[in-house]
T-cell receptor
Framework: DQQVKQNSPSLSVQEGRISILNCDYT??????FLWYKKYPAEGPTFLIS?????DKNEDGRFTVFLNKSAKHLSLHIVPSQPGDSAVYFC????????????FGKGTKLSVKP | NAGVMQNPRHLVRRRGQEARLRCSPM?????VYWYRQLPEEGLKFMVY????????ESGMPKERFSAEFPKEGPSILRIQQVVRGDSAAYFC????????????FGSGTRLTVV
């Protein structure tokens, strides 16, 4: 039973345009959400996070939006660059879980020049 | 200032052999997490350790798998009597304190069981 779902295995976007990666979750206890980026043969790299008390967090070209009522979050990358091509993982956690993260299966983003 | 170091990067074992995966956390980090990524899957939590203590091993298979993080030296994930289904990428992450969610991951060890 997947608690964190990334329903799009892949996404292709033109350079300079917006990339929107989506993530849904089922566990209403989750109170912290993160996005990681992963290149082939490397470990995941932390990108951006959001607490459930917020609905938006921004860091440069990256913005994460959280809709708690819909149990949905999204990562926006504007403008997209070819170096953003990677697999993006959504992850979630809740207080009392010892800091263990529940990951989605990932979305492979391809940004075309 | 080295990141999280994992070795070996690639490990091939025959069925029934033992696999030992090592993880040296970032300097100053005393919390270590192990995750496993099966093909076409996300990362799955296995175990969370602090120095000399296992804090949470709820994600570890009940048999053949064990982990330690001694006072001195790296954290070790040990898989005894490996089977083909153990083939995966194993990632270690470290953090400076509990509940610090922006973990730093290592580059992983890719285990292949033949």
């Amino acid at each position: 039973d997947q608690q964190v779902k990334q329903n799009s295995p892949s996404l292709s976007v033109q350079e300079g345009r917006i990339s929107i990666l989506n993530c849904d979750y089922t566990n209403s206890m989750f109170d912290y959400f993160l996005w990681y980026k992963k290149y082939p043969a490397e470990g995941p790299t932390f990108l951006i996070s959001i607490s459930s008390i917020k609905d938006k967090n921004e860091d440069g070209r990256f913005t994460v939006f959280l809709n708690k009522s819909a149990k949905h979050l999204s990562l926006h990358i504007v403008p997209s660059q070819p170096g953003d091509s990677a697999v993006y993982f959504c992850a979630a956690n809740y207080g009392g879980s010892q800091g263990n993260l529940i990951f989605g299966k990932g979305t492979k983003l391809s940004v075309k020049p | 200032n080295a990141g999280v170091m994992q070795n070996p990067r690639h490990l091939v074992r025959r069925r029934g052999q033992e696999a030992r995966l090592r993880c040296s956390p970032m300097k100053g980090h005393s919390h270590v997490y192990w995750y496993r990524q099966l093909p076409e899957e996300g990362l799955k939590f296995m175990v969370y350790l602090q120095k000399e203590n296992i804090i949470d091993e709820s994600g570890m298979p009940k048999e053949r798998f064990s982990a330690e993080f001694p006072k001195e030296g790296p954290s070790i994930l040990r898989i005894q009597q490996v089977v083909r289904g153990d083939s995966a990428a194993y990632f270690c992450a470290s953090s400076p304190y509990r509940d610090h969610y922006g973990y730093t991951f290592g580059s992983g060890t890719r285990l292949t069981v033949v």
